[in-house]
């Protein structure tokens, strides 16, 4: 199978790309919402993540990699939330801001656009493609 490609969101002032940087290896964790605790279930070794900075800034920066898939989430008492551990690839040529993604009529469908709320969020391969040649832009 194919490997799939996601986006996670995270605030930069409290965990933000120069933090997963240091770290070297960040433990994803604390998602309390049951389509991106599947989304992060899905999630496979080697798969492709976006990483973007909600609520200060609301841009796509950088692209990790999925690591670990298939844990349990370490915060969660019940043992009932995923959690997943991922690496950083490398930082966007140049953030791409969500504004610039709305902007775009084709990326309409893209999770990131439908589901603002949503923390973990899958992007399909056209999407993909689209965000790496605007940060190229």
Known sequence: MAKRAWLMKSEPNVYGWDDLIAEKEGTWDGV?????????RAMEVGDQVFFYHSN???EIVGIAEITVSGITDPTDPENKWAAVKLKPVRKLD????????KADPTMKECELVRLSRLSVAEIR???WEKILLK???
């Open 125 to 127: 391969p056209d999407e």
């Open 56 to 58: 200060i800034g609301r």
């Open 135 to 137: 940060s190229k832009s």
């Open 94 to 101: 140049r953030p791409v801001t969500l504004k610039e993604i």
């Open 32 to 40: 309390r919402n049951h389509r991106a605790s599947n989304n992060m």
